[in-house]
Nanobody
Framework: QLQLVEPGGAVVQPGGSLRLSCAAS????????IYWFRQAPGKKREGISC????????FYADSVKGRFTISRNNANNTMYLQMNSLKPEDTAVYYC???????????????WGQGAQVTVSS
C-alpha cells in the first residue's frame, strides 16, 4: 500500500522544540519532493515547507523561516520537520505530503499523511 504514515503529535511548551516524522511505505521517497502543511483551528491549510528531490533546495513560509527545518533520510524512507522556538500560533494539525515537484496545488499532490496534532501551550 502506498502511503505516508505520521506518528501522533504532542503538546509542547512555548519556546520548546519538537521533531515530526513521516515514513513512506510502498514507494521511494527520494524521488519525490517532500512537503509539510499545517491547518490551524478555523483556518485554511497552508504549505509551510518543501524540499526538492533533484537538488535538495528547500523552501519555507515566512511564518516558520529560521525556526523550522525540513529534511529527509533516504536510507529509512522518512521525512522530518524539526520545529524550534515554538509559539502558541504554531498550534495546528501538521500534514506531510509528497509529490514529484515543489509548488504543486494541493489537489495535485500524490501522497498525504494522516495529520498530527501539535499543541503549543503552557
Amino acid at each position: 500500500q502506498l502511503q505516508l504514515v505520521e506518528p501522533g503529535g504532542a503538546v509542547v511548551q512555548p519556546g520548546g522544540s519538537l521533531r515530526l516524522s513521516c515514513a513512506a511505505s510502498g514507494f521511494t521517497l527520494d524521488y519525490y519532493a517532500i512537503y509539510w502543511f499545517r491547518q490551524a483551528p478555523g483556518k485554511k491549510r497552508e504549505g509551510i515547507s518543501c524540499a526538492r528531490a533533484n537538488d535538495g533546495e528547500k523552501f519555507y513560509a515566512d511564518s516558520v523561516k529560521g525556526r523550522f527545518t525540513i529534511s529527509r533520510n533516504n536510507a529509512n524512507n522518512t521525512m522530518y520537520l524539526q520545529m524550534n522556538s515554538l509559539k502558541p500560533e504554531d498550534t495546528a494539525v501538521y500534514y506531510c505530503a509528497a509529490d514529484p515537484f515543489c509548488g504543486s496545488y494541493e489537489n495535485e499532490i500524490d501522497f498525504w499523511g494522516q495529520g498530527a496534532q501539535v499543541t503549543v501551550s503552557s
